[in-house]
């Protein structure tokens, strides 16, 4: 569901899907071709939220700001079913696995992936293809052309089943 917060409304383009239980609030903006998943919650209450295109925020993602932090999310980015994105920079063609945290003010580069359960902390900044694990967070590798590409193919995964899914309910 799309709602109002005060006198803000979510600027909600062609995107893929948006499942019938998930909530977008406020100053939110979704990009052409981005998908919402059951559950998830994205509050742009105090400060915006701007999402790219081709973008899923799968099951019970939160995607939320703080005052003076915005959130924005990239181009081909995966946020991981029961992620939580906080007040932060998510550049394109990431993936934010299952369970991990990303906290104000943190800056995730280009092309990197954050392992599962990961806690990246407030300010944090990863340059671009980073493999980012641990808790908190640090940067043990680069992301290889191949891995990098798997980022694309994730991104268009879920292009193809936010499709599909949006057809069959």
Same mark, same amino acid.
């Given at each position: 569901?799309?709602?109002?917060?005060?006198?803000?409304?979510?600027?909600?383009?062609?995107?893929?899907?948006?499942?019938?239980?998930?909530?977008?609030?406020?100053?939110?903006?979704? #990009? &052409? $071709? %981005?998908? @919402?998943?059951? !559950? +998830?919650?994205?509050?742009?209450?105090?400060?915006?939220?701007?999402?790219?295109?081709?973008?899923?925020?799968?099951?019970?993602?939160?995607?939320?700001?703080?005052?003076?932090?915005?959130?924005?999310?990239?181009?081909?980015?995966?946020?991981?079913?029961?992620?939580?994105?906080?007040?932060?920079?998510?550049?394109?063609?990431?993936?934010?696995?299952?369970?991990?945290?990303?906290?104000?003010?943190?800056?995730? #580069? &280009? $092309? %990197?992936? @954050?392992?599962? !359960? +990961?806690?990246?902390?407030?300010?944090?900044?990863?340059?671009?293809?980073?493999?980012?694990?641990?808790?908190?967070?640090?940067?043990?590798?680069?992301?290889?052309?191949?891995?990098?590409?798997?980022?694309?193919?994730?991104?268009?995964?879920?292009?193809?089943?936010?499709?599909?899914?949006?057809?069959?309910?």
């Amino acid at each position: 569901m799309v709602y109002k917060y005060k006198d803000k409304n979510p600027h909600v383009k062609k995107i893929a899907f948006q499942a019938p239980n998930c909530a977008i609030i406020g100053d939110v903006t979704l #990009g &052409e $071709g %981005s998908s @919402v998943w059951f !559950g +998830a919650t994205i509050r742009g209450d105090v400060a915006p939220v701007i999402i790219g295109t081709n973008t899923n925020i799968q099951d019970n993602a939160t995607v939320h700001v703080s005052h003076e932090n915005p959130t924005v999310i990239g181009d081909e980015v995966t946020v991981g079913h029961n992620a939580v994105v906080h007040g932060c920079t998510v550049e394109d063609r990431c993936l934010i696995g299952m369970g991990a945290v990303v906290l104000d003010q943190a800056v995730i #580069g &280009e $092309g %990197s992936v @954050v392992g599962a !359960g +990961a806690l990246v902390t407030q300010g944090k900044k990863f340059p671009p293809r980073s493999l980012i694990v641990g808790s908190p967070a640090k940067a043990i590798a680069k992301i290889s052309d191949d891995q990098y590409e798997k980022l694309k193919q994730s991104a268009d995964i879920y292009l193809t089943l936010a499709h599909e899914t949006a057809e069959s309910l």
